[in-house]
C-alpha cells in the first residue's frame, strides 16, 4: 500500500515538474523573450551657413528612450559618436540612467560639436550645395544590465545608430532622425 502511494506521489511530482518547465520555458521565448528598445534622437535646428558660426558649439539634443520589456534596463555612462563620411564631428555624453519596464524616459543632453571638421570636409560642400541637406550617423553603446523581477540581474547591451538628416534651407531648419537599436544580453 505505501509503495503504491509512494509511486502516485512521485508520478504527480514528476508531472508537475514537466508541466512548470514547460510553462518556463514557454514564457522565456515568448512573453519575457528581450525586445529592442526604441530610441530616438531630438536635435535643436542650427544655421551651420551662419558667417558667425564658432569652430566648436554646444547643440541642445534630447534622447527618448523606450523599453517595451517586461525587465528594466540600468545603463552606465555613455558616449554617442557623430560621424560624417566617416570622420568624428561630435560627441554627445549620455548619464546613467534607469529606464524602467513598460515605459520611455527622456534624457537631456548635448552634442559638442566641431564645426570646422564637418564644412572642411570636401563632401559637406557637395552634399549641402544642391538641396541644402546632409546626413550624419550617430551611433552609441550603452552598457548596463537587465533586471526582471527585481532578483534577476543579467549583463546586457543596447545598441543604437540613427541616420540624422539636417535641413539647412532657407526658412526650415530642421532636424529628423531615424534609429535602429537592439539590445543583446550577455
Known amino acids: 500500500m505505501a509503495k503504491s502511494r509512494l509511486k502516485i506521489c512521485l508520478s504527480v511530482s514528476a508531472m508537475l515538474f514537466?508541466?512548470?518547465?514547460?510553462?518556463?520555458?514557454?514564457?522565456?521565448?515568448t512573453v519575457f523573450k528581450p525586445k529592442d528598445p526604441n530610441i530616438v534622437v531630438h536635435v535643436e535646428p542650427v544655421d551651420l551657413l551662419s558667417p558667425d558660426m564658432p569652430i566648436?558649439?554646444?547643440?541642445?539634443?534630447?534622447?527618448?528612450?523606450?523599453?517595451p520589456n517586461f525587465g528594466s534596463f540600468e545603463f552606465k555612462k555613455s558616449y554617442?559618436?557623430?560621424?560624417?563620411?566617416?570622420?568624428?564631428?561630435?560627441?554627445?555624453p549620455i548619464e546613467s540612467q534607469l529606464v524602467p519596464a513598460h515605459s520611455e524616459?527622456?534624457?537631456?543632453?548635448?552634442?559638442?560639436?566641431?564645426v570646422n571638421k564637418l564644412?572642411?570636409?570636401?563632401?559637406?560642400?557637395?552634399?549641402?550645395?544642391?538641396?541644402?541637406?546632409f546626413t550624419l550617423i550617430s551611433k552609441a553603446e550603452f552598457p548596463g544590465k537587465v533586471i526582471v523581477l527585481k532578483y534577476i540581474k543579467l549583463k546586457g547591451t543596447a545598441y543604437n545608430t540613427c541616420?540624422?538628416?539636417?535641413?539647412?534651407?532657407?526658412?526650415s531648419h530642421d532636424v529628423k532622425s531615424i534609429c535602429n537599436s537592439q539590445i543583446k544580453i550577455h
Open 56 to 67: 566648436i558649439m554646444n547643440i541642445s539634443t534630447l534622447v527618448t528612450i523606450g523599453n
Open 163 to 171: 541616420n540624422i538628416t539636417v535641413n539647412m534651407a532657407p526658412g
Open 18 to 29: 514537466i508541466i512548470v518547465s514547460i510553462v518556463t520555458i514557454a514564457l522565456i521565448f
Open 80 to 92: 554617442s559618436y557623430v560621424t560624417y563620411h566617416d570622420t568624428v564631428v561630435g560627441t554627445v
Open 119 to 133: 564644412i572642411n570636409n570636401p563632401d559637406f560642400w557637395k552634399e549641402v550645395v544642391p538641396g541644402y541637406k
Open 105 to 114: 524616459i527622456n534624457v537631456s543632453t548635448y552634442t559638442l560639436m566641431t
